[in-house]
């Protein structure tokens, strides 16, 4: 009977990856996305003087506040009761130039009388929140800072 000698096979460590070249990939990829993605620009800055909790005081203003409602659709509308007009109705998109129209045209003759533009806004409950944001901008862009949230539209 002939026997069969058995060699020995070196037994080598556990298997290595090298892996210095996929992290060079994963560096290239995220500075391409990085370079290539838009940045969102960032919301202007509201520099509004919201009313404390003081007691009213007997003054009234000298001019008649705007009232600005907007509904749980995103549509905004200027006035109220019967004097209402619908400015922008589609509420998916950001920019609102009926509205930004009708904030300068009362921005400008509030200060052409010599007074401070107040503007009063109600906000339907289930509405989404970038659509305030996007008045708030509005307001801001027309250079009115006094501003009222309310919850009594007539």
Not at 9 to 37: A, H, M, N, W
Not at 146 to 151: E, G, H, I, L, P
């Amino acid at each position: 009977m002939a026997r069969h000698k058995k060699s020995n096979v070196e037994q080598e460590g556990s298997p290595e990856l090298d892996i210095s070249s996929l992290i060079d990939v994963c560096f290239l990829l995220l500075i391409y996305f990085i370079v290539t993605s838009t940045i969102t620009p960032r919301e202007q800055d509201l520099g509004m003087a919201l009313p404390a909790n003081s007691p009213p005081s007997s003054e009234q203003p000298k001019i008649d506040p705007m009232f600005i409602k907007v509904d749980a659709n995103g549509a905004v509308f200027s006035g109220t009761g019967d004097a209402q007009q619908p400015l922008d109705s589609d509420g998916s998109v950001r920019e609102m130039p009926l509205l930004n129209q009708q904030l300068q045209l009362y921005s400008a003759a509030a200060k052409s009388a010599g007074n401070n533009p107040l503007v009063q806004v109600w906000v339907d409950p289930g509405t989404v929140q970038q659509r305030v944001i996007d008045v708030l901008n509005a307001l801001a862009l027309a250079g009115i800072t006094s501003v009222t949230f309310t919850d009594l539209i007539e």
